[in-house]
């Protein structure tokens, strides 16, 4: 319980610091520290599916949370299935700070805008992969990291829609590597590992690729992930 009201209390400081009245998720930066207020805790619930020992999740469903910019997401897409749009708060377990934040929904029309307004907030992805059925991109921030994976193939029943998973997440956080990573963007995470080792300023996952291509034993995959792409 007192877990809970932490991170209640921390989603309310969150609003607060944001026009003191309205959650954004266009302005999210991490990490958040924040005081432990008693505040209501109706709007959340822990997600024990997902919490462990480094991490106590919380999850909710409240609209309040559904904002990016002058986007406000719907709550369900279906009112006959299952589809709700859900916002989940990581939180350390030993800092009690958020580290994570993870925005979910399937709704359609919004989704679209998420991506036209993501690329207005966050500019050109550091990383990217587009075609007519899914986009994934990466832009790397001041000690974090924003993802935007949308998939125009997801159908909910009958209907055909967009589910849109953004999220906001440390890179100090190597627990974790494989949930946040390995799914869409494994080729960014094999030059972020390279790149460790270079001294060269500017060095982009672009050169990286060009390198790998380059090799005695030339590796042209992550320059045909480039060359493949939609433009933006």
């Not at 006959?80 to 749009?85: A, K, R």
């Not at 990217?128 to 993802?147: C, H, P, R, T, V």
């Not at 320059?223 to 433009?231: A, Q, T, Y």
């Amino acid at each position: 319980m007192k877990k809970l009201k932490t991170l209640t209390s921390l989603v309310l400081v969150i609003i607060s610091c944001q026009s003191q009245t309205e959650f954004d998720l266009a302005t999210i930066s991490l990490p958040l520290s924040f005081e432990d207020i008693e505040k209501d805790e109706s709007t959340m619930e822990k997600d024990e599916g997902l919490s462990n020992n480094e991490f106590e999740v919380y999850k909710s469903t409240n609209v309040n949370f559904f904002r990016f910019r002058n986007i406000v997401f719907d709550q369900n897409f279906s009112d006959e299935f299952w589809s709700p749009t859900t916002i989940r708060f990581f939180m350390d377990s030993h800092t009690n700070n958020l580290e994570l934040l993870h925005f979910e929904t399937l709704d359609k029309e919004n989704s679209k805008s998420l991506y036209e307004a993501s690329l207005e907030v966050f500019g050109t992805p550091d990383y990217y992969n587009k075609d007519n059925d899914f986009f994934e991109a990466l832009w790397e921030q001041d000690g974090y990291f924003i993802s935007l994976v949308q998939n125009h193939t997801t159908r909910i029943g009958e209907k055909r829609t967009t589910s849109s998973s953004l999220k906001y997440f440390g890179n100090n956080l190597n627990s974790l590597t494989d949930y946040f990573f390995k799914p869409h963007f494994a080729y960014y995470l094999d030059y972020l590992e390279v790149r460790k080792s270079k001294q060269t300023k500017g060095y982009n996952y672009e050169d990286f690729a060009k390198d790998k291509a380059e090799e005695m034993f030339g590796d042209s995959q992550y320059l045909d992930d480039i060359n493949d792409n939609d433009p933006l």
